[in-house]
Every structure is written in structure tokens, then in C-alpha cells.
């Protein structure tokens, strides 16, 4: 019994850190929600912008500022992930924002602004989240090799307080046996083997 107790704080601690990692994972699996959730919100009122600059130019795509609110066209924009997509928001917002004040798409602006300053929370929590997630991933390899540590010695221990009773000791600590190698087939000196046809 006296040699289980020296397994038991190695595993507790194993324990507390795998709670802990999966606690920052779940919280990463949050962030991550709220964060796609703005890059939905930003995706989809750039959508709307397009549609409406369609109608302000009269579905001609070669327009000058079509082109220079959407260089890639219609889906460019959807390809784009992360700092990405968040440098095209802020290059389109600089395009409405050099348009004269009386033009139909700037009301867009003001929802755009927005919407990039809605964003930049769920990024932070984010990569918060992934951060903390590294520190106890981290913590946990750290316990858990401290845990074989701990089953190892107890393995030794357990060997040395019963040597003679090997069959009690491999039930609970099989021995770990090396794999036997593959004899590869040795050709004979001076002979090759066939040559592929």
C-alpha cells in the first residue's frame, strides 16, 4: 500500500493539469466562436457594400471605384482570413472615407468603423485563449512526465521489495520487450539480384 502512495501526488497533479488544459481549451473553443462571429459580421456587411456598389455603378465591374473597393471581384473577399481580411476592412474604410460626404456608399462607413472596432476584442480574447491553452499544455507534459517518473520508480521499488517474485511484479509491470528485426535476405558475394524488367 505504502508504495501506491508514491504514485498518488504524480497522478493528482497529472490530473489538475489535464483539467486545466482542457479548461483553456474549451476556453479557446469560445474565443474562437465569438471571433468567427465577427468575421461574419465584417464578411457580411462587406456583402452588402458590394451589392450596393454594384447598383451605384450599374453592375459595371471594370467601374473605377468598383475596382478600387473590390480588386478581387466578388469572392476575393471571402478568401481572405485573419489580419488579412482585417487590412482589406481598413483599406476599404480609407477608400469610403476619401469619397465626398454626400456619396450613397459612405453611409456604409460608419457600420464598417464599427465593426472593426467590434472586432478587435474577440481577436485579443482569442489570442488570449490560445495563449493561456500553450501554458497549460505545457504544465501538463511537464506532469505528466513526472508521472512515468513517479511509475517508474515505483516499478523499481516494487522490484526491489519483492526480487524473487518476478510473475507478481511483470503482472502489474510487464517488461517492455524490443522488437525482433526483420533479417533482411543476404545475397551471396559476387551474385546481384535480377534487374526489374
Known amino acids: 500500500m505504502k ?7 504524480a ?5 489538475a493539469a489535464q483539467k ?5 481549451d474549451d476556453a479557446v473553443i469560445d474565443a474562437q466562436a465569438d471571433y468567427d462571429q465577427a468575421v461574419y459580421l465584417v464578411l457580411t456587411a462587406l456583402g452588402r457594400l458590394q451589392l450596393e456598389t454594384m447598383v451605384v455603378v450599374g453592375r459595371d465591374f471594370e ?23 482585417r487590412e482589406e476592412l481598413m483599406r476599404i474604410i ?19 468603423v464599427e465593426l472593426e472596432k467590434a472586432w478587435a476584442a474577440p481577436t485579443r480574447m482569442l489570442e488570449e485563449a490560445k495563449v493561456k491553452r500553450a501554458a497549460a499544455e505545457s504544465t501538463m507534459r511537464g506532469a505528466r512526465e513526472k508521472w512515468m ?5 515505483l516499478a523499481g521499488a516494487l522490484r526491489q521489495e519483492f526480487p524473487r ?31 526489374a524488367a
Open 63 to 85: 467601374n473605377a471605384l468598383f475596382r478600387t473597393l473590390f480588386p478581387q471581384g466578388l469572392t476575393g473577399l471571402k478568401k481572405k482570413k485573419g489580419n488579412e481580411l
Open 165 to 195: 517474485n518476478r510473475g507478481f511484479v511483470n503482472a502489474f509491470f510487464p517488461p517492455v520487450r524490443a522488437e525482433k528485426k526483420k533479417e533482411e535476405k543476404q545475397q551471396p558475394a559476387g551474385k546481384t539480384a535480377p534487374a
Open 94 to 112: 480609407s477608400v469610403l472615407r476619401s469619397l465626398a460626404q454626400s456619396h450613397p456608399l459612405v453611409e456604409h462607413l460608419k457600420s464598417l
Open 3 to 9: 508504495l501506491i502512495l508514491m504514485l498518488k501526488p
Open 11 to 15: 497522478q493528482e497533479k497529472l490530473k
Open 149 to 153: 517518473d513517479a511509475y517508474d520508480a
Open 20 to 24: 486545466a488544459w482542457n479548461d483553456a
